[in-house]
Nanobody, 120 residues
Framework: VQLQASGGGLVQAGGSLRLSCAAS????????MGWYRQAPGKQRELVAR???????NYADSVKGRFTISGDNAKNTVYLQMNSLKPEDTAVYYC???????????????WGQGTQVTVSS
């Protein structure tokens, strides 16, 4: 399973960005996809996650500002980020909990990361 993320960049505070992540390769099923972020000197943290059944979780810090959505047919997840703040600055990583082959276990797969920088 390969994850290709796109959509990061530099934006002023209050602005918006939309991240996309597409899963490809050998995929039997995807249980959930989501976004994590890691700021310099900090641990990686969950931003938002959506399951194949549509259950969604958000970090408290992004509730009301970020929206995660998914397209199961395209194995793609999106993160719409509005009202961005400087503290949202981080490398954002796409994640998928997926089964690559029939009979395999659920494994966590990670994308390469995309930089989001919010200037004040």
């Amino acid at each position: 399973v390969q994850l290709q993320a796109s959509g990061g960049g530099l934006v002023q505070a209050g602005g918006s960005l939309r991240l996309s992540c597409a899963a490809s390769g050998t995929i039997f099923s995807i249980n959930a996809m989501g976004w994590y972020r890691q700021a310099p000197g900090k641990q990686r943290e969950l931003v938002a996650r959506i399951t194949a059944y549509g259950t969604i979780n958000y970090a408290d810090s992004v509730k009301g500002r970020f929206t995660i959505s998914g397209d199961n047919a395209k194995n793609t997840v999106y993160l719409q980020m509005n009202s961005l703040k400087p503290e949202d600055t981080a490398v954002y990583y796409c994640n998928a909990d997926a089964i690559a082959l029939v009979g395999d276990y659920v494994r966590a797969y990670w994308g390469q990361g995309t930089q989001v920088t919010v200037s004040s």
